[in-house]
């Protein structure tokens, strides 16, 4: 079953780090099977908020570190446990 990534949600990297899906894009340089490679734009939620840029395929991966215990290289966090003010 493929994972799907969703617009406007917050994934936590394998490093802890928080990002915030912007949008799903396409490149047109780039093609598999004919078509658009997708890429997955996202900014940091640190306070930089700087914005990346990463093939789909890479930011749907499984964590190939092993000294990282999540499944995926981005995991889906809850929105409102993230915000929440302790």
């Known amino acids: 079953m493929e994972r799907n990534i969703i617009v406007g949600k917050t994934y936590r990297h394998v490093s802890g780090n ?20 997708q890429l997955v734009v996202y900014e940091s939620l640190a306070s ?26 981005f995991e889906l966090v809850d929105n409102s446990s993230f915000f929440r003010k302790e």
């Not at 928080?18 to 490679?37: A, F, H, L, W």
């Not at 908020?49 to 000294?67: E, G, Q, S, T």
């Open 18 to 37: 928080y990002y915030r899906v912007i949008c799903i894009g396409n490149d047109t340089m780039e093609s598999v099977n004919n078509k658009p490679r």
């Open 48 to 73: 930089d908020h700087k914005i990346w840029v990463r093939p789909y395929d890479l930011f749907n991966a499984l964590n190939d570190n092993p000294d990282y215990e999540q499944k995926y290289r």
